[in-house]
């Protein structure tokens, strides 16, 4: 039977189809993390997750909205599969806090099957000033879709490659809105987790509460 999607405003055609193929798709991403979460909380509470998860991803999925930047929405797809997962154990009595420190080992775990040469050629690739004009052409973009970013090369006076300003964070807006907002404290741990594998140093300059979020990375 086809997952009915309820949206309380009218969408095109294309997004829909996004949406339910998304829906579709979420069953074999749940299989792909059954070995861990179940190895991390049992069998019976895996089983839980993921029936608790199956059940709201639907309801996830229409708060996602694109950026129109391959990278920025492959974030948010992502990050909405990832919430469904929290929702999952947040049920069962699993805390928001379990949740992220599963997800670092998970990420750590995930990366440890790629040859380390490989993670550390990727770093110096995200570093490299190819992918510096690269990804300043996707902060214009995502900027004029509504999440406000701004790429800067550093200088030579500068101890790091570049900085990353963003406003007005999106992603945050998106766990906001699907009422999973005690995330916000936690909100950065797929970037420290993700530049410790690519063997990149990233500090947080200042935080989204203070109105900029900005991140160097060196």
């Known amino acids: 039977m086809e997952t009915q999607i309820k949206h309380e405003q009218s969408i095109s055609p294309i997004v829909e189809k996004k949406q339910r193929k998304l829906i579709r798709s979420f069953p074999k991403y749940l299989e792909s993390k059954r070995k861990s979460i179940s190895r991390q909380f049992g069998t019976e509470a895996a089983d839980k997750i993921f029936a608790e998860a199956r059940k709201v991803y639907p309801e996830i999925v229409i708060h996602i909205r694109s950026f129109q930047t391959p990278m920025y929405d492959a974030l948010m797809v992502t990050a909405s599969k990832m919430a469904a997962i929290k929702k999952g154990m947040n049920a069962i009595g699993i805390s928001t806090e379990q949740f992220i420190r599963f ?86 741990f797929f970037d420290f987790t993700s530049a410790e594998l690519l063997g990149i140093g990233l500090k947080q300059v200042s935080t989204i509460d203070t109105g900029v979020c900005k991140y160097c990375l060196y």
């Open 103 to 188: 997800s670092i080992e998970d990420t750590r775990s995930t990366g440890e099957k790629v040859p380390s040469f490989l993670l550390r050629f990727g770093g110096k690739v995200y570093l490299s000033k190819l992918m510096r004009r690269y990804l300043k052409k996707v902060g214009k973009s995502v900027s004029k879709n509504g999440w406000p970013t701004e790429v800067i090369d550093g200088t030579k006076s500068d101890d790091f490659e570049m900085s990353i300003e963003t406003r007005n964070c999106q992603m945050v807006a998106f766990w906001e809105a699907i009422g999973e907002g005690d995330i916000r404290p936690y909100c950065t």
